[in-house]
């Protein structure tokens, strides 16, 4: 059974800082390129941050780049989101993506964990 379990969202102060996991179960991790999303209500998911299998390409939206930064550990099947000098504007659902090609082409979603930035 695959599973994507996120965690380390909270609520925190604009200017701070948070780090998100995404530990990954039933695929083999190491193939899979990773993908951190995000959504605010009523608005589309947005793609934040992308790392190859490898961890040796790494693209960012505009919005966080300078700010976040993805890192993943295939050892232990987890995928960081380092986010700081948080915005108001970051505040969103963010969910950890898979993406497989061999043998067929799969993608599998975490759950969600909430962030938001507030003073």
């Known amino acids: 059974q695959v599973q994507l379990v996120e965690s380390g969202g909270g609520l925190v102060q604009p200017g701070g800082s948070l780090r998100l996991s995404c530990v990954a179960s039933g695929f083999t991790f190491g193939s899979a390129t990773m993908r951190w999303y995000r959504q605010v209500l009523g608005k589309e998911r947005e793609l934040v941050a992308y790392?190859?299998?490898?961890?040796?390409?790494?693209h960012y939206a505009d919005s966080v780049k300078g700010r976040f930064t993805i890192t993943r550990d295939n050892a232990k099947n987890t995928v960081y989101l380092q986010m700081s000098s948080l915005k108001p504007e970051d505040t969103a659902v963010y969910y950890c993506?898979?993406?497989?090609?061999?043998?067929?082409?799969?993608?599998?979603w975490g759950q969600g964990t909430q962030v938001t930035v507030s003073s």
């Open positions: 993506h898979a993406a497989l090609t061999r043998p067929t082409y799969r993608i599998y």
């Open positions: 790392i190859s299998n490898t961890a040796d390409y790494t």
